[in-house]
């Protein structure tokens, strides 16, 4: 008996094309600050390609990972959450680059500068930025995993459902923090970098830790069907 497969396992239907735009064109606008920050004098010729290469990009992987996924299901699954973990990312790291620009340029303030030091320990501007760009980040995570990546599975209640991504997300917010914040702290810029660029280098280890914990946690614990 032939059976209908949702559309979250693949292969991909229209909606999941037209999902992989929006994300490609978030990435592509996400892109521009960290461009701005890591190579200013190359921004003004490479901003429009920027754009143009993830909204042809999403959507292509996209069609690939539904071909692919008649082989191995998993793939399917694995690649929105690749995507979405790419926009997340992107949005994490762009929003910490726009706020160091932005009270940079406009206030003067360092991102390595303390704002407060309790017991010798010092909290820097950048630990505060880079907790505002995670939340940012991480709002928008719910949505896309409950509404585009975990959509087809059977999840328990809202308010219990949400209490669990909660949770995960802390831990994830939390690892991610603390790579960010302790190789920024630990470890000094090299290869002619400055203090900005090496932070979008670091929030990109934070990133990474963060997204291989909340995959498994979102996969296993939460959206678990």
């Keep these: 008996m032939n059976q209908t497969i949702p559309s979250s396992a693949g292969p991909a239907v229209k909606s ?6 929006v994300a490609g064109l978030l990435i592509g606008l996400f892109s521009l600050p960290i ?3 890591a190579y200013p004098e190359l921004f003004p010729k490479v901003w429009p390609i920027a754009i143009i290469f993830f909204l042809v990009a999403a959507p292509t992987g996209i069609y690939i990972a539904s071909r692919l996924t008649r082989f191995l299901p998993i793939i399917w699954q694995i690649a929105k959450f690749v995507l979405v973990g790419g ?3 992107l949005m994490d790291i762009g929003v910490l680059a726009a706020l160091q620009t932005f009270f940079r340029s406009s206030y003067d303030i360092d991102p390595n ?3 407060l030091s309790i017991g010798g320990i ?3 501007y950048y630990a505060l930025y880079k907790a505002l760009s995670f939340l940012v980040a991480n709002v928008n995570s719910f949505f896309w995993n409950k509404l585009w990546i975990f959509s087809g599975n059977a999840t328990k209640d809202g308010a219990k459902e ?6 995960v997300s802390i831990v994830g917010f939390l690892l991610n ?3 960010a914040s302790f190789i920024f702290s630990s470890v000094a810029p090299f290869g002619g970098i400055n203090t900005s660029q090496w932070g979008l280098l670091c929030a990109v280890f934070g990133s990474l830790a963060g997204l ?3 995959f498994l946690g979102y996969k296993l614990i939460v959206f678990k069907k």
């Design 16 to 21: 999941d094309y037209e999902a992989s735009i």
């Design 35 to 37: 461009l701005f920050t």
């Design 87 to 89: 926009l997340n990312a």
């Design 113 to 115: 500068a303390a704002i």
């Design 122 to 124: 010092a909290l820097a």
């Design 162 to 167: 949400f209490g669990q991504f909660l949770v």
């Design 177 to 179: 923090i603390f790579f």
């Design 212 to 214: 291989v914990w909340n």
